[in-house]
T-cell receptor, first 112, second 117 residues
Framework: QKEVEQNSGPLSVPEGAIASLNCTYS??????FFWYRQYSGKSPELIMS????GDKEDGRFTAQLNKASQYVSLLIRDSQPSDSATYLC????????????FGRGTSLIVHP | GAVVSQHPSRVICKSGTSVKIECRSL??????MFWYRQFPKQSLMLMAT?????????EQGVEKDKFLINHASLTLSTLTVTSAHPEDSSFYIC?????????????FGQGTRLTVV
């Protein structure tokens, strides 16, 4: 059973701070890792994808992957109230039908 | 990113009736489309995976006769909720994967909020 674990939160950070979201996964052969943002009542929106160990930066977002520890994280710098949403971690193994496994999501609240 | 269009965005139907939800990939060909259901404050639950031209693969516990999936072309998949009941009320979301690039993630449609009264 492939599992993706996230702390449901809510994670509350002040505006301008760094928000750190964490995700662990159970399937060691996982190859692809994704972070989605989901606003209440809306469908998920892809923010970042990462495939190799290390950091990947895109604007205010940085994804960090450590396959040895089976751990992927998302850092949001200079957090804004508009970043308040649920962040879903998704993990996918190579080959097969490319079905991703989603975590339950972490609720982030950025307060002014 | 790629655009996936899902309609309708919101539907209210009477118990016992059927509802069809469409999912279209607008600017790419989708080899595979996924259908998810999401209850309030819960994560996405994969219902089925559909590949163009073949029967959908349903996840355990999902009734294939109740949730009919058709993937007739590389740009369109439909989910029909038959004989809907109030417990089927949920947020249904499709996603589609680009057939060209095997490394891109699937993109999500806007979702359909189904309310069965």
């Amino acid at each position: 059973q492939k599992e993706v674990e996230q702390n449901s939160g809510p994670l509350s950070v002040p505006e301008g701070a760094i928000a750190s979201l964490n995700c662990t996964y159970s399937d060691r052969v996982s190859q692809s890792f994704f972070w989605y943002r989901q606003y209440s009542g809306k469908s998920p929106e892809l923010i970042m994808s990462i495939y190799s160990n290390g950091d990947k930066e895109d604007g205010r977002f940085t994804a960090q992957l450590n396959k040895a520890s089976q751990y992927v994280s998302l850092l949001i710098r200079d957090s804004q109230p508009s970043d308040s949403a649920t962040y879903l971690c998704a993990v996918r193994s190579s080959g097969g039908s490319y079905i991703p496994t989603f975590g339950r999501g972490t609720s982030l609240i950025v307060h002014p | 990113g790629a655009v996936v269009s899902q309609h309708p965005s919101r539907v209210i139907c009477k118990s016992g009736t059927s509802v069809k939800i469409e999912c279209r990939s607008l600017d790419f060909q989708a080899t595979t489309m996924f259908w998810y259901r999401q209850f309030p404050k819960q994560s996405l639950m994969l219902m089925a995976t559909s590949n163009e031209g073949s029967k959908a693969t349903y996840e355990q516990g999902v009734e294939k006769d109740k949730f009919l999936i058709n993937h007739a072309s590389l740009t369109l998949s439909t989910l029909t909720v038959t004989s809907a009941h109030p417990e089927d009320s949920s947020f249904y979301i499709c996603s589609a994967r680009d057939r060209v690039s095997s490394y891109t993630e699937a993109f999500f449609g806007q979702g359909t909020r189904l309310t069965v009264v």
